[in-house]
């Protein structure tokens, strides 16, 4: 697993199991710093699955389920695109990941990629990549 697939896959999980939105999960762990705690975990340990990272930042946030019914049930296939977007993005725009992965939750596609109800998550690593180049230029 390379970093922004770590950090992606922490994002969605935690949207999935918290019910809120990967965009406001990522606005969080930018906030408080778990971005950094989990590049810096992954310096030590690169070798460990997404369930040992997970564990870190249980270790730092609670993780239950809060709602009754999930609204966020497509974190799997947003996890399989949004590496590549992100590393897209972070080559074309020269940001680093924790920067790149922001500038992608705080977009308005990447609002959009973050809801079920908008399909966004069906979208092509080229597509979203499109979307938010026209967004941002």
Known sequence: MN???LLV?????YSHVKNVSS???ARSFYEKGIFQLLL????????MDEGFFIGMIDGYVENTT???????N???ER???LPKVLKEISKQYHMTKIETIRA?????????????????YNKTAEELFDCYKKEIE
Do not use: L
């Open 66 to 72: 809060d709602a009754e019914q999930n609204d966020y």
């Open 40 to 47: 810096e975990g992954y310096e030590v340990y690169c070798d």
């Open 9 to 13: 896959n922490c994002v969605e999980n």
């Open 74 to 76: 497509k974190h799997r």
């Open 104 to 120: 992608f939750y705080a977009s308005k596609t990447g609002q959009n990629f973050a809801q079920d109800d908008t399909g966004y």
């Open 79 to 81: 996890q399989s695109i």
């Open 3 to 5: 970093q922004f697939e």
């Open 23 to 25: 965009d406001k999960v």
